[in-house]
């Protein structure tokens, strides 16, 4: 497997990736400081899996190129990259199954617009992004997405998450570290498992509170909840 090397040939310590490998599968290059994917040699698509955490791609504009760029890409990770949204619909189609989103100032809404022209999108993570309870937007358009990561946004209230309990294909929720105020007043029929860790879960009757909301849920972790106090690895499973 050969690992890409980015061509260092801009200014101020900044990279413009210029990838050029044949047999690359996946490629590794966080910590960079680049700032854009330059041209991508054709018989470099094989690369499946691009990880470009921790670098200064800083426009979502920058994001659809790159996704356009690596025909085979399967998972993109630009975790920790100050992304701006994009105020036009940009032309996009790419088969990537991983979108890794955290710590980069995007919401949700952001993405949601080019949820059409990701058709096997399966696994969003969007932690640390500060969304709050600006609510999510009506009619999701996804027929694909599986797991969805709004862990540490500062979501105050269940309702902000309203338009995700009509995706039937949407079977995974990660919405640790936020501090719910009150338990949900909509129910998610499609989720079978659920992450409320750390979201002060205070008592039994609180729990069950949220768990009546998760009909068909099957798998629970709820770590770091004052009521639960258990191994530091421990996971309810088997919800019933």
């Not at 600006?134 to 599986?146: E, G």
């Not at 929720?173 to 501090?179: E, I, K, M, P």
Request: with cysteine; aromatic share 8%.
């Amino acid at each position: 497997m050969t690992i890409p090397i980015p061509e260092r040939s801009s200014w101020w310590g900044w990279t413009r990736l210029r990838i050029c490998s044949r047999t690359a599968l996946s490629s590794h290059l966080s910590y960079q400081n680049i700032v854009e994917v330059g041209v991508v040699n054709s018989s470099f698509r094989t690369v499946e899996t691009l990880d470009l955490n921790h670098n200064l791609i800083h426009t979502w504009e920058e994001v659809v190129s790159i996704l356009n760029s690596f025909s085979s890409l399967h998972n993109l990770i630009l975790n920790s990259n100050c992304i701006q949204p994009s105020s036009t619909l940009l032309s996009l189609h790419s088969s990537v199954e991983t979108l890794a989103l955290s710590f980069t100032s995007l919401h949700l809404n952001d993405v949601i617009p080019f949820l059409p022209s990701l058709p096997q999108l399966h696994n969003l993570y969007m932690s640390n992004n500060s969304m709050k309870d600006l609510a999510i937007h009506d009619a999701i358009p996804s027929k694909s997405l599986q797991t969805l990561d709004l862990s540490s946004n500062g979501i105050c209230q269940w309702s902000t998450l309203h338009s995700l309990s009509s995706l039937s294909c949407l079977s995974s929720l990660y919405v640790g570290d936020n501090a719910f105020a009150s338990p949900p007043p909509i129910s998610f029929p499609f989720i079978h498992f659920l992450d409320v860790s750390h979201i002060g879960i205070a008592s039994f009757a609180q729990l069950q509170s949220i768990l009546s909301q998760f009909p068909s849920l099957d798998d629970l972790e709820m770590r770091g909840n004052p009521w639960y106090s258990e191994e530091e690895n421990a996971r309810e499973v088997g919800v019933t």
